[in-house]
């Protein structure tokens, strides 16, 4: 059974960083399309950042430069550094997998499989 659990969350200050994780479970991490989204309040959930089974990844423009993403094969657990964060960084941070081949894209259509969510808040 597939399931994403994600930690990391909180509040800082602008200018900040935080460490999002999402550990997997049920398949092999560095072999599919998974991908880091966020949500604010009224807002749609956008893609953050994708990485492909090649380890080919494509960011937002709005956090290229600030946020990484990484992954642990031997802990089966993916990551999301976030350094210089910013008010409108705040948003509920999901992982998610999709085991179907195609190209790997900042698509919330494009994934299947989703955690629960960690809440980040920036403060200005």
């Known amino acids: 059974q597939v399931q994403l659990v994600e930690s990391g969350g909180g509040s800082v200050q602008a200018g900040g960083s935080l460490r999002l994780s999402c550990a997997a479970y049920g398949y092999t991490l560095n072999t599919y399309c998974m991908g880091w989204f966020r949500q604010a309040p009224g807002k749609e959930r956008e893609g953050v950042v994708v990485?492909?089974?090649?380890?080919?990844?494509s960011y937002t423009d709005s956090v290229k430069g600030r946020f990484t993403i990484s992954q642990d094969n031997a802990k089966n657990t993916l990551y999301l550094q976030m350094n210089s964060l910013k008010p409108e960084d705040t948003a509920m941070y999901y992982c998610?997998?999709?085991?179907?081949?195609?190209?790997?894209?900042?698509?919330?259509?494009?994934?299947?499989?989703w955690g629960q969510g960690t809440q980040v808040t920036v403060s200005s």
């Open positions: 998610a997998v999709d085991f179907r081949t195609g190209a790997c894209v900042l698509s919330r259509a494009r994934f299947r499989y």
């Open positions: 990485i492909d089974g090649g380890g080919r990844t």
